[in-house]
C-alpha cells in the first residue's frame, strides 16, 4: 500500500521556525498525529488533530491540515536544540490502529 | 496521567533462544494493546492488535507463530520472540489506547525494547 510520506531530514538554525510535512493517504482517518522520538527512546505524542479542524496551535507547535490535499504539517516555532529528534506524523485508519510516517529528522544547530 | 511501562529495555539474546517482553499499563486497563516494530533509521510498522481474553490479530506478513502474544490481563500484554535469530533484532514498542472516554483516541507509548540478536 501506500507509505505515509515525510521528508527524511531538516536542519534548521536555532531560533529558527521548523515546518515538518507530512502526506498520508487515508482520507477517512479521524485524527492525525505528531509523536516525537530521541535517540534510543519510545514516542511521545506531541500533539494530535481531528480532521474536521483546519489547524490547531500549542504553545509553540502549530499544526496545519489539508485534507483535499491529505497534508498535515507541524511547525515549531522557536526550535531549540533539545527539539533535535525524530517527528513522525501518524494517521489511525481503523479503530485506533495508527499508520506511521516514515519520519523526519530534525538537526537544530546552535 | 496514563502510563505504559515496557521491560525490558534492552535485551541481547543467542540465536535460537526466545524472549519475553512486557507492556504493562500503570493505574489504567486496556482490553486492547497494539505491537510495534522499528527498525534502525525506519518507521514503525504496526505488528499486532492484542485482545485481552482472545486471540491477538496479527497484521498480514507477521509470523503468528514466531511473534506469540498474550494478553493474560486487563493491564498486561506480552510478545514473545521464539527461536530468536539475528534478522529479529529490532525495537518493540507498544501502546495502549487511554481509558478516557474523551482520549479514545490517544494512545501512550512504551519505552520500546531494543533486542539484539546475536
Known amino acids: 500500500g501506500e507509505d505515509v510520506e515525510q521528508s527524511l531530514f531538516l536542519s534548521v538554525r536555532e531560533g529558527d521556525s521548523s515546518v515538518i510535512n507530512c502526506t498520508y493517504t487515508?482520507?477517512?482517518?479521524?485524527?492525525l498525529y505528531w509523536y516525537k522520538q530521541e535517540p534510543g527512546a519510545g514516542l511521545q505524542l506531541l500533539t494530535y488533530i481531528f480532521s474536521n479542524m483546519d489547524m490547531k496551535q500549542d504553545q509553540r507547535l502549530t499544526v496545519l491540515l489539508n485534507k483535499k490535499d491529505k497534508h498535515l504539517s507541524l511547525r515549531i516555532a522557536d526550535t531549540q536544540t533539545g527539539d533535535s529528534a525524530i517527528y513522525f506524523c501518524a494517521e489511525n485508519t481503523s479503530f485506533q490502529k495508527l499508520v506511521f510516517g516514515t519520519g523526519t529528522r530534525l538537526l537544530v544547530s546552535p | 496521567g496514563a502510563v505504559v511501562s515496557q521491560h525490558p529495555s534492552r535485551v541481547i539474546c543467542k540465536s535460537g533462544t526466545s524472549v519475553k517482553i512486557e507492556c504493562r499499563s500503570l493505574?489504567?486497563?486496556?482490553?486492547?494493546m497494539f505491537w510495534y516494530r522499528q527498525f534502525p533509521k525506519k518507521s514503525l510498522m504496526l505488528m499486532a492488535t492484542s485482545n485481552e481474553g482472545s486471540k491477538a490479530t496479527y497484521e498480514q506478513g507477521v509470523e503468528k507463530d514466531k511473534f506469540l502474544i498474550n494478553h493474560a490481563s486487563l493491564t498486561l500484554s506480552t510478545l514473545t520472540v521464539t527461536s530468536a535469530h539475528p534478522e529479529d533484532s529490532s525495537f518493540y514498542i507498544c501502546s495502549a489506547p487511554s481509558h478516557l472516554a474523551v482520549a479514545k483516541n490517544i494512545q501512550y507509548f512504551g519505552a520500546g525494547t531494543r533486542l539484539s540478536v546475536l
Open positions: 493505574d489504567f486497563q486496556a482490553t486492547t
Open positions: 487515508d482520507s477517512s482517518s479521524t485524527y
